[in-house]
């Protein structure tokens, strides 16, 4: 059962950023499947439902993207992965219809899936913080409570505004993201470590 459930998720989730949620159907979606409408019902009460468990999804991957991209590394490893990262990060803010109809029609679960991303993020900034400091590779006299705000409100002002900045390449505008970040947090050694692999790339 939790393979069908699964199917029925990652294809809404596909077909939710190409046309928006409410110009599919569960029609569609049975329809695409092969299944009935029965079979459908047998995992899913509602669209509501659905909708939920797609954003449940797309938050249980971005926390798995961080996890195999971040754990066990030192933080210039780390540093490492964090400009590849941003420079290919997707989220629902990024899929126009999506994020319209979330907006317009799933407000509570609009604002609840944005908080758990928040929420997720500056945990994993705060705990990064902490290693860098202790590596020495970040300045020792952080606030490392409005760090990690300070970058959550980086990354969302970077997702938000990346279809709506002309002359801007998305590659542009993270890497400055990034690199506000860390001329705020490095140390002078940091510093230096970080000029050599931005060499390397």
């Known amino acids: ?33 092969g299944m009935s409408k029965k079979t459908f019902y047998v995992y899913f009460k509602q669209k509501d439902e659905l909708v939920q468990d797609v954003l449940r999804s797309m938050h249980e991957n971005h926390c798995n993207k ?21 420079q290919s990060f997707s989220d629902v ?3 126009p219809p999506f994020a319209y109809d979330l907006q317009k029609y799933y407000p509570d679960l ?11 993020t500056r945990d994993f900034i705060t705990r990064h913080l ?12 952080l606030d490392i409570e409005m760090c990690s705000i300070f970058f959550v409100l980086m990354q969302q002002a970077y997702i938000q505004n990346i279809n709506h900045v002309h002359n801007v390449s998305p590659k542009r505008m993270a890497t400055f993201t990034i690199d506000s970040f860390l001329r705020t947090v490095l140390s002078e050694e940091g510093q230096r470590q970080v000029e050599q692999i931005r060499k390397q790339k």
Request: glycine residues 4%; negative net charge.
């Open 1 to 33: 059962m939790d393979e069908q459930r699964n199917k029925i998720i990652d294809l809404a989730l596909e077909r939710f950023k190409q046309y928006g949620i409410r110009s599919v159907s569960i029609d569609d979606l049975c329809h695409e499947l």
């Open 66 to 86: 961080i996890d195999q991209a971040f754990s066990g590394k030192s933080t210039l490893e780390c540093v490492r992965q964090m400009m590849d990262f941003m």
């Open 93 to 95: 803010h990024q899929e």
């Open 110 to 120: 609009y604002r609840e899936h944005i908080d758990q991303v928040r929420r997720t």
């Open 130 to 141: 902490e290693q860098g400091i202790t590596e020495r590779v970040y300045r020792s006299d």
